[in-house]
Each structure stands twice: as C-alpha cells, then as structure tokens.
C-alpha cells in the first residue's frame, strides 16, 4: 500500500506541474505540506515535488527540497539544471 500511495502522490505532483495554473499551485503545494515525514526520504517523490515547484517558478522551495535530499541523484541534478535553463 505505501509503494502505491507513494505513486498517487508523484501522479499528483506531476500532474499539478503540467497543469500549473492557480488551482493546481494550490492542490501541489497543500499536498507537499501535508505529505508525511517518512516520504521526505524517497528521492522519486522530492524530484517529482522538486519539478513541480521549478514549474511553479518558486526556485528558493525547489532548492530546499533539493538540500533536503540526503543522497542526490542523476535525476535531482538533471530537474534542477533543466529548471535552470528555463527562461524567466
């Protein structure tokens, strides 16, 4: 059951970040501050959130994610770099 609720929630994030209008900043943002503690350790999950917040145009929350992160990967790397080459 966690592997699943943990799938529903990038679909969510991921979903918010596509969308990216008010209503969905909202939903992504109330879902990454009531995600639950034990979730903050799942790379899969933070890059997702991490994408989403880059998205939204809120780096300096993006980049708290991304130092959250106790083993950065390739990914987490790559979504902060890609979020950087967007024009403002």
Known sequence: ???EIRFHVCTL???CARVANGHAKEIGRKLLDQMPKHFHNNNVLLTSA???LMKFGDVENAENIFQMMKKKDVIAYGAMMKARERPS
């Open 50 to 52: 991490l994408n989403m």
């Open 1 to 3: 059951m966690f592997y």
């Open 13 to 15: 994030f991921s979903a």
